[in-house]
């Protein structure tokens, strides 16, 4: 079944500790993204990537990393979270001139 | 940065009435897209529109975008429950093909 899978799911930590989310597709896409959504404020882009080794900073790229080793991984990094990075977090991926942006089923984060 | 400003922000509707949304940007976009998320689910990629002045269907939903290429809206006819859920617009401004700016979404609620 194509899908992006994102783990973990749920996450409860505390300020400082880093935390990496992973992200996967399995449709060969060339795009992937990260977004952040939080209540009055939409989706906000993080980072996204066109390609391997080829990565972008979004609308609101402070406090996290990413890296695009592989085509079908993207994982997003949290090197020292802050309370105000708890959020619902969604990644995204679509084919290289494709119209159609496939979301994984999201990740709820809460930093202490 | 770039808005995509959306409104209305909540519609509270009775089932077999009409929705519309509306999306304005102050610069001219390359394309924009729509998408729908239900209640404690993901957003659902609905269409992408390109060209000044495009319209497409799918079902009950009508796309528009204007003749500038700088607004957009989502008219839904005779909704239905199933129609439930916060709907998004997407704005490519052709910088790059990976970033989107997100509306903030206009949440749909249907009285049965």
């Known amino acids: 079944e194509a899908q992006v899978t994102q783990n973990p799911r749920y996450l409860i930590t505390v300020t400082g500790k880093k935390l990496t989310v992973t992200c996967s597709q399995n449709?060969?896409?060339?795009?992937m993204s990260w977004y952040r959504q939080d209540p009055g404020l939409g989706l906000r882009q993080i980072y996204y990537s066109m390609n391997v080794e080829v990565t972008d900073k979004g609308d609101v790229p402070e406090g996290y990393k990413v890296s695009r080793k592989e085509k079908r991984n993207f994982p997003l990094i949290l090197e020292s979270p802050s309370p105000n990075q708890t959020s619902l977090y969604f990644c995204a991926s679509r084919i290289r001139g494709g119209e159609t942006q496939y979301f994984g089923p999201g990740t709820r984060l809460l930093v202490l | 940065g770039q808005q995509v400003m959306q409104i209305p922000q909540y519609q509270h509707v009775q089932e077999g009435e009409d929705f519309t949304t509306y999306c304005n940007s102050s610069?001219?976009?390359?394309?924009i897209q729509w998408y729908k998320q239900r209640p404690g689910g993901h957003p659902v990629f609905l269409i992408q529109l390109v060209k000044s002045g495009e319209v497409k269907k799918q079902k009950r939903l009508t796309f528009q975008f204007g003749e500038a290429k700088k607004n957009s809206s989502l008219h839904i006819t005779a909704t239905q429950t199933t129609d439930v859920g916060t709907y998004f617009c997407a704005a490519n401004y052709g910088g790059s093909q990976g970033n989107l700016i997100f509306g903030k979404g206009t949440k749909l609620s249907v009285k049965p």
């Open positions: 610069t001219t976009l390359s394309n």
């Open positions: 449709m060969n896409h060339e795009y």
